[in-house]
């Protein structure tokens, strides 16, 4: 069970079937499926074999569609990267990841060229532009697979348990943790969304978030199990989506809960220009009740939410059940399966809170080169998500809060310790505590709570800036600093962060 034969299935199908929208190309599956083989037979070419380490620091583009699908035809491991990674973070990465190809654009060249030296482990004629004919050290992406051949790659044995991309759980300072996912998992991400979507091979899927993140697979993977029509933006517009939606008939959507917010205050929006959409999923972090309610009552029987970890556990609030379980996230699909357990493991029963654990058929093959971390994370078979939640009478899954403390941000997970890390740096930090605090535009943004070692030696709008100056990704960066003479503690001495942000939290109608 591997998605390596997808393409081709459709390609010989249903190959006038349009498989991909992006600006002005429109291909169909049969012209799709022939640029795939050409980028498939060049690496091939270049020596890249099963399992090899396929990396991309893009912004979206066909390109990175077609490196999806290559790597799925020739066994190659595809590491979509966040293009906002610089410096040590992205050596760390590249690094830790043993990649072996480096996809990139001409954006992004005055950030890999100062770093090569650091990755010897990457031949140099291996570095390749998909956008750029003259730059020296690159190759070019499409005169490498101009004169490859279009035919179907033979003679590579894949099965389902072979690895098929490994996504980064925070893409930042230190060693993140890469989630392995198979072909397998990813061949059941088509079967399990596009039934829980209620997917059909006529319908039109719209992606405008960043390719590089798991979000993207919960209808590319439905789109290309079914042979439907995927349609992809180079990034989020919400003129420009809900224009598509009107002009292409688009039928499903995924959005992270600041695009929702996003379309919904455009100045375009308007139901009947987005009636033809029959799923709007929301994913990345809670959406707000009242954006909720706002969603469902201009667009009715079409919201889906999305509760799950890229490790490999779901639930989803189904569209039918929204109107009696509006602050639940679902139900695992078929399948998973899933228990509220208390500090020992017991079962909890309804309506108490404990730990999220869940098994299905999507968990991860483990953490990349990380055995002792998988080993905590996958106990038994089960995995624990770190989330605290309850379900009530009828299954339904509540959250109460989200993986240990955590911050989505625009659907990016963005992970405090990391940022704690940079604060204190400075000279005039004794303590710090970053925690999430609520956001119009983001969902969630950085607030860092700090200690000084001599109150009223910095303020706090300078030691903002000193710490976005120096933190590796632009999403880690602060919106605010609060000082603090001191922080609430447990009784071991454990600074409890839930109580500090209790107060930032109060007005959840906050808007930053």
């Known amino acids: 069970m591997d998605i390596a034969g997808l393409l081709a299935r459709h390609a010989r199908y249903r190959p006038n079937h349009v498989a991909v929208i992006f600006e002005e190309h429109r291909l169909t599956y049969d012209q799709f499926n022939r640029r795939v083989n050409r980028l498939a037979n060049a690496l091939l070419g270049m020596g890249i074999q099963k399992e090899d380490k396929i990396a991309t620091v893009l912004n979206n583009c066909l390109e990175m569609l077609e490196i999806y699908w290559a790597g799925a035809k020739i066994g190659a491991v595809v590491v979509p990267l966040n293009p906002l990674l610089r410096g040590q973070g992205l050596i760390n990465l590249l690094t830790q990841s043993d990649t072996a190809v480096l996809f990139t654009s001409a954006d992004f060249v005055r950030y890999i060229d100062p770093i090569k030296p650091e990755l010897p482990h990457i031949d140099p004629n291996r570095y390749l532009l998909v956008d750029d004919t003259g730059r020296a050290g690159y190759q070019n992406y499409h005169a490498l697979t101009e004169t490859a051949a279009e035919t179907n790659p033979t003679g590579i044995e ?21 989630i392995v996912l198979s072909h397998e998992v990813r061949a059941n991400y088509g079967a399990t969304y596009a039934a829980a979507y209620r ?13 590089v993140f798991n979000g993207v697979f919960l209808t590319l993977m439905p789109a290309m199990f079914l042979g439907a029509t995927f349609i992809l933006h180079r990034r989020f517009n919400p003129e420009a989506l809900i224009e598509t939606v009107e002009r292409e008939r688009v039928t499903h959507i995924k959005m992270v809960p600041s695009q929702i917010v996003a379309m919904l205050n455009s100045p375009e929006f308007d139901p009947p220009k987005l009636r033809s959409l029959e799923m709007i999923g929301s994913v990345g972090a809670p959406l707000h009740m009242e954006h909720k309610q706002r969603l469902n009552e201009a667009l009715p029987g079409r919201f889906y939410e999305l509760y799950g970890l890229t490790e490999g556990f779901m639930t989803i609030l189904d569209k039918a059940d929204y109107p009696r379980k509006p602050a639940s996230v679902g139900v695992p699909p078929p399948f998973f399966e899933m228990r509220i357990v208390g500090p020992t493991g017991e079962d909890l029963p309804p309506g108490e809170i404990g730990e999220i654990i869940g098994r299905s058929p999507q ?69 710090t505590a970053v925690f999430g605090i609520p956001s119009e535009k983001w969902g969630e943004t950085p607030l860092a709570a700090v200690i000084l070692k001599e109150p009223g030696s910095i303020g706090a709008e300078e030691l903002r800036d000193w710490i976005n100056e120096r933190v590796n990704a632009r999403y880690q960066r602060v919106h605010t600093v609060v000082f603090m003479d001191d922080f609430p503690r447990s009784a071991s001495g454990k600074t409890l962060k839930r109580v500090i942000r209790e107060p930032h939290w109060a007005d959840r109608d906050a808007k930053i």
């Open 199 to 211: 997917f059909t091979p006529e319908s039109i899927a719209l992606h405008t978030g960043a390719l």
């Open 363 to 431: 968990l991860m093959s483990g953490y990349y080169k990380q055995p002792e971390l998988t080993a905590q994370a996958v106990r038994a078979g089960w995995l624990h998500s770190g989330d605290l939640g309850y379900v009530d009478e009828d299954g339904f899954l509540y959250l109460v809060d989200r993986q240990k403390d955590m911050i989505i941000s625009g659907g990016v997970n963005v992970y405090p310790r990391d940022i704690e890390e940079v604060i204190v740096q400075h000279p005039a930090v004794r303590e």
């Open 158 to 178: 894949i099965n389902g348990r072979d690895p098929y991309n490994i996504i980064y759980s925070s893409g930042t300072t230190g060693l993140p943790k890469g």
